[in-house]
């Protein structure tokens, strides 16, 4: 998994497709290419124990969202709402787009 190249980038609306999680809906955080890995928000809630510091002088227990496998989400299509593929488009000015592979439209505007 250390390609570097991702089909998901931040920002994006994704489906968690397996795993405990499966089913549900999450904008990305963050993506780490090296590792292959995305953190998407609400989902994969881990418990982090934190000790007291100047930032956060109480400490104590903190929910956050931990890192998922970028095989286990799938991107929603903005325009049809689907979980679908993602392919690469060329538009006439030579731009080229990540596109949708159910209805064709470009995800990149």
Same mark, same amino acid.
């Given at each position: 998994?250390?390609? +570097? %190249? ?5 920002? *994006?609306?994704?489906?968690?497709? !397996?795993? %405990?999680?499966?089913?549900?809906? $999450?904008?990305?955080?963050?993506? /780490? ?7 998407? &928000?609400?989902?994969? @809630? ?5 000790? #007291?510091?100047?930032? !956060?002088?109480? $400490? $104590?227990?903190? *929910?956050? &969202?931990? #890192?998922?496998?970028? !095989?286990? @989400?799938?991107?929603?299509? #903005?325009?049809?709402? %689907? #979980? !679908?593929?993602?392919? %690469? ?5 030579? /731009? ?7 209805? +064709? &439209?470009? @995800? *990149?505007?």
């Amino acid at each position: 998994m250390t390609t +570097g %190249k991702m089909n998901i980038k931040k920002g *994006d609306t994704v489906v968690v497709l !397996s795993g %405990k999680e499966k089913g549900k809906k $999450g904008k990305v955080i963050s993506c /780490d290419p090296e590792a292959g890995r995305v953190i998407v &928000e609400g989902v994969n @809630i881990v418990k982090k124990h934190t000790r #007291p510091t100047q930032k !956060s002088p109480q $400490g $104590g227990i903190k *929910d956050q &969202e931990a #890192p998922l496998y970028e !095989s286990k @989400i799938m991107l929603v299509c #903005p325009s049809c709402k %689907k #979980p !679908s593929r993602v392919g %690469k488009k060329v538009l006439t000015n030579g /731009d080229k787009v990540r596109a949708c592979k159910k209805c +064709g &439209e470009a @995800i *990149d505007r």
